[in-house]
């Protein structure tokens, strides 16, 4: 179900008649929280079998009417994305790495049997939906505009022979702030062992909504367990830590200049990244060699213990680079390093942070210009 790379489509705009007063705004933007708060249009576009790609709309933000029988609801046959938009010294307004999802988000699409969308008209909605909204788009101090593409099934019908015929995809913006509050604090983890986010073979390169449901009791246990995030383990063997429920994991090594920091390799059963893949590039430009690689939870443990893990973080959309100091299982506790953010994190994080915010060079042209 290949788009052709070359199609394009016009938008109609269809702009609201109520949007949200800016004295109204202001106060929402003061404290967005995560995904809580959404602006005052999204865009739409149609795929049928006989019009490939069509429809395509901004229109006002608001419910979607479908049918009960709509396949979404019965196969869960959805995929989506998350990037972020952020205001620039010069008062434009960027997105990081907008291709690296249009192409992810294609890849989650052949997985789950949907159409592809070209890139172009992916980063295309980007730009015409945040162009539309760019008063929502946060000034304050480590806030953003958080996107949200998805694409669900809309066929009616419940067989289960065929992938669905007809889909909407459908891309939303939020103001937000930090995924685990304002500042910068070490979180708690807890380590999944009686059950697991992804199978050899399954969907857990994709970036579908089914790995999000079926994660949730873990993620509840964690909570259960005083944690903020679950940490998965791999399905076959229940030893190799693979990532966490939202974001990357990195655990860095050595301290000063022996630093060097290691991520799973991607093995077909963890979420490819954009933010792992970027630190993947800085953190050679730093000086500090970056690498994947493989680490069990008793080498987790015991290297925390002898000292050679330093550090270890989660990195993420959401998460940005956010601390790990304790972890949390039903077998024990341990603690990393002194359960503060360490130095390495600090630095990659005001790296990747400054490049986003448009304070530092950046070198690889992750930054797509927008409004
Ligand atoms: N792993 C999972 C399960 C995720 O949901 C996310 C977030 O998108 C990530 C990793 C990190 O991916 P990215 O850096 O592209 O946001
Ligand atoms: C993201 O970082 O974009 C995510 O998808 C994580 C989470 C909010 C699901």
Same mark, same amino acid.
């Given at each position: 179900?290949?788009?052709?790379?070359?199609?394009?489509?016009?938008?109609?705009?269809? @702009?609201?008649? $109520?949007?949200?007063? !800016?004295?109204?705004?202001?106060?929402? +933007?003061?404290?967005?929280g =995560?995904? *809580?708060?959404?602006?005052d249009?999204?865009?739409?576009?149609?795929?049928?079998?006989?019009k490939?790609?069509?429809?395509?709309?901004?229109?006002?933000y608001?419910?979607i009417a479908?049918?009960?029988?709509?396949?979404v609801?019965?196969?869960?046959q959805?995929?989506f994305?998350?990037?972020?938009?952020y205001?620039q010294?010069?008062?434009?307004?960027?997105a990081?790495?907008p291709?690296?999802?249009? @192409?992810?988000? $294609?890849?989650?699409? !052949?997985?789950?049997a949907?159409?592809? +969308?070209?890139?172009?008209v =992916?980063? *295309?909605?980007?730009?015409?939906?945040?162009?539309?909204d760019?008063?929502?788009?946060?000034?304050?101090d480590g806030?953003?505009?958080?996107?949200r593409?998805?694409?669900?099934?809309?066929?009616?019908?419940?067989g289960?022979?065929?992938?669905?015929?007809?889909?909407?995809?459908?891309?939303?913006?939020?103001?937000?702030a930090?995924?685990?509050?304002?500042?910068?604090?070490?979180v708690?983890?807890?380590?999944?062992e009686?059950?697991?986010? !992804?199978?050899?073979?399954g969907?857990?390169e994709?970036?579908?909504?089914?790995?999000?449901?079926?994660?949730?009791?873990?993620?509840q246990?964690?909570?259960?367990?005083?944690c903020?995030q679950?940490?998965?383990l791999?399905?076959?063997?229940?030893q190799?830590v693979?990532?966490?429920?939202?974001?990357?994991?990195?655990f860095?090594?050595?301290?000063?200049?022996d630093?060097r920091?290691?991520?799973?390799?991607?093995t077909?059963?963890?979420?490819?990244?954009?933010?792992?893949?970027s630190?993947?590039?800085?953190g050679p430009?730093?000086?500090?060699p970056a690498?994947?690689?493989?680490?069990?939870?008793?080498?987790?443990?015991?290297?925390?213990a002898?000292?050679?893990?330093?550090?270890?973080?989660?990195?993420?959309?959401?998460?940005?680079i956010?601390?790990?100091?304790a972890?949390?299982?039903?077998g024990?506790?341990w603690m990393?390093?002194?359960?503060?953010?360490?130095?390495?994190?600090?630095?990659?994080r005001?790296?990747?942070?400054?490049?986003?915010?448009?304070?530092?060079?950046?070198?690889?042209?992750?930054?797509?210009?927008?409004?």
């Amino acid at each position: 179900m290949n788009a052709s790379p070359t199609e394009e489509l016009d938008f109609e705009i269809r @702009a609201s008649r $109520n949007p949200v007063p !800016a004295d109204a705004r202001a106060q929402l +933007l003061t404290d967005p929280g =995560f995904g *809580r708060v959404f602006t005052d249009h999204m865009a739409t576009i149609r795929w049928s079998e006989a019009k490939g790609w069509h429809d395509a709309r901004v229109e006002p933000y608001g419910p979607i009417a479908l049918d009960p029988a709509a396949q979404v609801f019965h196969y869960g046959q959805e995929i989506f994305e998350g990037l972020k938009a952020y205001a620039q010294p010069n008062r434009s307004v960027a997105a990081f790495r907008p291709h690296a999802n249009a @192409a992810r988000f $294609n890849r989650s699409a !052949a997985r789950m049997a949907m159409p592809e +969308l070209p890139e172009s008209v =992916f980063v *295309r909605a980007i730009e015409l939906l945040v162009e539309h909204d760019r008063d929502w788009v946060p000034t304050a101090d480590g806030h953003s505009l958080y996107l949200r593409p998805f694409a669900i099934a809309t066929k009616v019908g419940l067989g289960v022979n065929h992938p669905s015929s007809d889909y909407l995809f459908t891309l939303i913006a939020s103001p937000v702030a930090g995924y685990f509050g304002g500042e910068v604090k070490p979180v708690t983890v807890w380590l999944s062992e009686d059950y697991t986010r !992804a199978a050899p073979g399954g969907t857990g390169e994709a970036k579908c909504g089914g790995n999000y449901a079926a994660a949730f009791a873990g993620q509840q246990q964690a909570v259960d367990h005083g944690c903020d995030q679950v940490v998965w383990l791999d399905a076959a063997q229940r030893q190799w830590v693979e990532e966490m429920g939202g974001m990357n994991v990195c655990f860095v090594y050595g301290s000063g200049s022996d630093a060097r920091i290691m991520t799973p390799a991607l093995t077909g059963s963890l979420l490819p990244g954009i933010t792992r893949d970027s630190l993947l590039k800085l953190g050679p430009d730093l000086g500090i060699p970056a690498y994947e690689g493989k680490l069990s939870v008793a080498e987790w443990r015991s290297d925390c213990a002898s000292g050679e893990i330093t550090e270890v973080f989660a990195c993420g959309t959401a998460a940005v680079i956010t601390p790990i100091g304790a972890v949390r299982s039903a077998g024990g506790d341990w603690m990393i390093g002194d359960g503060t953010a360490g130095p390495v994190t600090s630095l990659l994080r005001d790296e990747l942070v400054g490049i986003q915010y448009g304070r530092k060079a950046d070198r690889y042209g992750w930054m797509h210009a927008i409004a």
